[in-house]
């Protein structure tokens, strides 16, 4: 059996005092459809924050080119001034055209207008933990980061960033970076369906560092699976909550920042980290792998 604490327990960045809830919130879902312009009702988006954050949530993910701009201003609003254990972990390494698409934004002056960008939009001085975010949503693309991590080492040195992660990374990528700077976290493409990264989440943990998937629940592709549906009822909980709880139990570094714009998902998300799971569930999950149904992923 495997016994959840609140919120999953905490987590300490390698390095650092920064000490996270293992169940955090990602505010992708805040803004408008296609994570472009504002959403349908911006009170209710304050409503999800405020309450993630009364529940004792001390880990947002976000980025300046969701919206763009919007999902950060979102944020000063509903939490401004900050509570002093929040951490508010960015990414720069795109942005947006007036068509919604996403373009790579991987240049000096991209990163230190990113930069810029995130620390006005969410009234800060200096932006906590920032990932940069290398290849394509889908997987890695191998090549060398040297030039932007560089500049991010840079960036922290001026005081502007705390401490630096990688997305969409490969484990030679992170290699490359730990000899600019120190690496924290790593946010990659990862769920019950999705398990390319299984080795490097455990040579991850071997290096105390974190690991926070993205797209835990599927993403714009929930998450289907006649076993999932199964098991989630034997258990009394919704499919969603058991991906989530399998996340939290299959590797102590996962840090978890599920997506939503509803109340009611979100207090399913956290009560998720209470879920106990049976260690038959465990051996279930780990067999539906190949059979949970996620497709449609475009490459950028
Ligand atoms: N580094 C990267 O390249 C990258 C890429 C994508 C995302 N991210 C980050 O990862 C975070 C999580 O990813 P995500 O939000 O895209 O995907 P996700 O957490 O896997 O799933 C979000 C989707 O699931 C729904 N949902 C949430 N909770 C639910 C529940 N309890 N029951 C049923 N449906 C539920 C949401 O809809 P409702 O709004 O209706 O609840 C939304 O459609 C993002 O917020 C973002 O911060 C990073």
Same mark, same amino acid.
Request: hydrophobic share 40%; proline share 6%.
């Given at each position: 059996?495997?016994?959840?604490?609140?919120?999953? *327990?905490?987590?300490?960045?390698? #390095?650092?005092?920064?000490s +996270?809830?293992?169940? *955090?919130?990602?505010?992708?879902?805040?803004?408008?459809?296609?994570?472009?312009g504002p959403?349908k009702?911006?009170?209710a988006?304050?409503?999800?924050?405020?309450?993630? @954050?009364?529940?004792? %949530?001390?880990?947002?993910?976000?980025?300046? =080119?969701?919206?763009?701009?919007?999902?950060?201003?979102? @944020?000063?609003?509903?939490?401004?001034?900050?509570?002093?254990?929040?951490?508010?972990?960015?990414k720069?390494?795109?942005?947006?055209?007036?068509d919604?698409?996403?373009?790579?934004? $991987?240049?000096?002056?991209?990163?230190?207008?990113?930069?810029?960008?995130n620390?006005r939009?969410? #009234? +800060?001085?200096?932006?906590?933990?920032?990932?940069?975010?290398?290849?394509?949503?889908?997987?890695?693309?191998?090549?060398?980061?040297?030039?932007?991590?560089?500049? +991010?080492?840079? $960036?922290k040195?001026?005081? $502007?960033?705390?401490?630096? #992660?990688?997305?969409?990374?490969?484990?030679?990528?992170?290699?490359e970076?730990?000899?600019?700077?120190?690496?924290?976290?790593?946010?990659?493409?990862?769920?019950?369906?999705?398990?390319?990264?299984d080795?490097?989440?455990?040579?991850?943990?071997?290096q105390? @560092?974190?690991?926070?998937?993205?797209?835990?629940?599927?993403?714009f592709?929930p998450?289907?699976?006649?076993?999932?549906?199964?098991?989630?009822?034997?258990?009394?909980?919704?499919?969603?909550?058991?991906?989530?709880?399998?996340?939290?139990?299959?590797?102590a570094?996962? $840090?978890? @920042?599920?997506?939503?714009?509803?109340?009611?998902?979100?207090?399913?998300?956290?009560?998720?980290?209470?879920?106990?799971?049976?260690?038959?569930?465990?051996?279930?999950?780990?067999?539906?792998?190949?059979? %949970? %149904?996620?497709?449609? =992923?475009?490459?950028h």
């Amino acid at each position: 059996m495997t016994k959840q604490t609140k919120l999953g *327990g905490t987590f300490t960045l390698p #390095g650092t005092t920064i000490s +996270l809830q293992r169940m *955090g919130y990602g505010a992708m879902q805040l803004a408008g459809p296609g994570v472009f312009g504002p959403p349908k009702d911006v009170d209710a988006a304050i409503a999800v924050l405020r309450e993630a @954050i009364a529940a004792g %949530v001390n880990h947002i993910d976000t980025s300046n =080119y969701y919206g763009p701009h919007v999902t950060n201003q979102i @944020i000063k609003q509903a939490l401004h001034p900050y509570p002093k254990d929040l951490v508010i972990v960015t990414k720069l390494g795109a942005r947006r055209s007036g068509d919604k698409t996403w373009i790579p934004a $991987l240049s000096r002056q991209d990163l230190i207008n990113g930069t810029q960008d995130n620390l006005r939009n969410l #009234g +800060l001085d200096r932006l906590d933990v920032v990932n940069l975010r290398v290849g394509g949503i889908a997987e890695p693309t191998e090549g060398s980061i040297e030039e932007q991590v560089t500049v +991010l080492a840079d $960036l922290k040195r001026q005081g $502007l960033i705390g401490h630096v #992660g990688l997305s969409n990374v490969t484990p030679g990528q992170l290699e490359e970076a730990q000899k600019i700077t120190e690496i924290v976290c790593i946010q990659n493409f990862y769920n019950l369906a999705q398990r390319k990264d299984d080795a490097f989440i455990d040579s991850l943990a071997r290096q105390g @560092i974190a690991y926070v998937p993205f797209f835990p629940l599927g993403g714009f592709t929930p998450l289907q699976s006649s076993a999932l549906d199964g098991i989630a009822a034997s258990l009394k909980a919704t499919p969603m909550q058991v991906a989530l709880a399998w996340l939290l139990h299959r590797s102590a570094n996962i $840090l978890l @920042i599920p997506g939503t714009s509803s109340l009611n998902h979100l207090r399913q998300n956290l009560a998720a980290s209470a879920l106990e799971l049976p260690s038959n569930a465990v051996t279930a999950l780990n067999e539906v792998a190949g059979n %949970v %149904v996620m497709s449609g =992923y475009p490459t950028h």
